[in-house]
């Protein structure tokens, strides 16, 4: 098993299959909310699923809608299970604090790099030293 | 006390609203300012003189709707809002929203948001452009703001102190009247961290525009700070606003300096050592033929709203034409009514455009204002909304405002 510590963390230990990709988040510009869906073209994960899945990726990107969508999306049981980040900005962390969801970032490595899809990965915010697993 | 508190100073006065001696409103702002500030290491909170509240209910969904109306049930004195706080654009224009086909409920949703927001004591000023209308922030003041574009241009050519603020946050901002003390609240988070060598200044306003994007492509993410230098003058107001709002949106920027410009830049001490970035006319053509295209559906001119001066210049464009497809342009309600006074609103709409104020278009069912209305082709001088609205199925175009005009009427 491969351990990676991280600099903050916040929200409940999730366990679940991970979705990668070195590419940004942004739920207004990245998402089809209604669908749980990857849309924007651009995005290499464009047409994918991100339901139940722990979402690892660079950067968080955009505006600050993410903050009030996370919490929408919670409420109609679309959100992933979790979002990893190299580097987040504060509308990530909102976001996830009103929706209740699992957030992680920063790692000493790109964890986008490190983390494949597919893997089964661990989460917990609530160790005295958060971290990412991989099973 | 919680977990929490020991994490961050909190004076008498703060410990007791989380104590919910405050009501459970403030109660609730001061313990999810404390989750944020305790995951960025925030030592304490920082009383602020103004809040910025994005809430458009396609963000809000019903949740939200439902979760603001529940604050707004509060008595008075537990809801109401402790400083000046301001909304963003609304999801609609109302007096134009049989026009745009946008249905009853999302109608519904918007009244019932703006009744939440008014009971908590917002001001439904529905604007992104505060800065150019209400009242700006003066250098040095502490502010919680909740739009981008707000953000970045008050952080760098006034001088304000604002981290961006998520619609929950800036609430709680409002309701405490602090925010955690991280980020740009913070000297050392506003230094340069890279420097971008200017070879070309840009001329019009989607140039400014797609400098932003190329800015915040090379920066990449809300902590870089970047510093420009080798403008060949000083840039006005509105193409300030259309770089940092694309700055902001290409790469979640909330922080620039223009040497010569904007006021942090002679504090800055030596920038010669940071990563440079050269970037002349061939990387602002470059961004720009990424969005290219020779017909569109619908031309909009928005995000961010429409100054007064933007608003003579189309009108001055449509004069003795004719737009053969649907041209939005939107305004803040600040603007509008100087628009009509001055007869702008009637040369657009006389000219076949259609003057919207207090919403934006991507924050107003985008997608479902795609498929009522036909529209896929957007054309706009907005570099901030060709990357957004690719997401919401559109294909975007970006082009000059006059271009726009000429693609609306045809030459």
Known sequence: ?135 | MTALSDAMKLSEEEKAMLAGAAGPARQWAIAHQLQVGRYFGARDLVPVAQAHIMADTESLGEAGIAWLEGWAALPQMQRRVRVPTMSDPRGTDFAAAARLKHAPWMIERERRAAAALAALGVLMTDTCITYQTIMPPVFGEHVAYGDTGVVIYCNSVLGARSNFEGGPSALAAALTGRTPRYGYHLDKCRRPSLRIELQWTPRDLNEWGALGGVVGRLAGDYWAVPLIVGVDRAPGSDELKHFGAAAASYGSLALFHIDGVTPETPRLGDAGRLPAHAVGEAEIRAFQRGYGGDGADVVVFAAPQLSLVEMHSLAGLLDGRRARIPLLAITSPQVKPDADRMGLSRRIEEAGGTVLSGMCFYNSYAREMAEANGWHRLATNSAKLVNIIGGYGYRPILLSMAECVDLACGK
């Open chain 1, 1 to 135: 098993m491969t351990i990676f510590y991280a600099d903050a963390a916040m929200g409940p230990r999730v366990c679940g299959e991970a979705l990668v990709a070195a590419d940004g988040f942004s739920a207004r510009y990245d998402l089809d909310r209604s669908r749980g869906v990857f849309s924007r073209p651009e995005h290499k994960l464009c047409g994918r699923s991100y339901l139940g899945r722990i979402l690892v990726l660079d950067v968080a990107k955009g505006g600050v809608a993410t903050a009030w969508m996370l919490h929408e999306m919670g409420a109609r049981c679309m959100l992933p299970l979790a979002l990893v980040l190299n580097r987040v900005n504060p509308i990530m962390v909102q976001g996830a604090a009103l929706a209740g969801l699992t957030l992680v970032s920063g790692f000493a490595c790109d964890i986008t790099q490190r983390v494949r899809s597919g893997a089964t990965v661990e989460i917990d915010p609530t160790a005295e030293r958060p971290f990412l697993r991989i099973l």
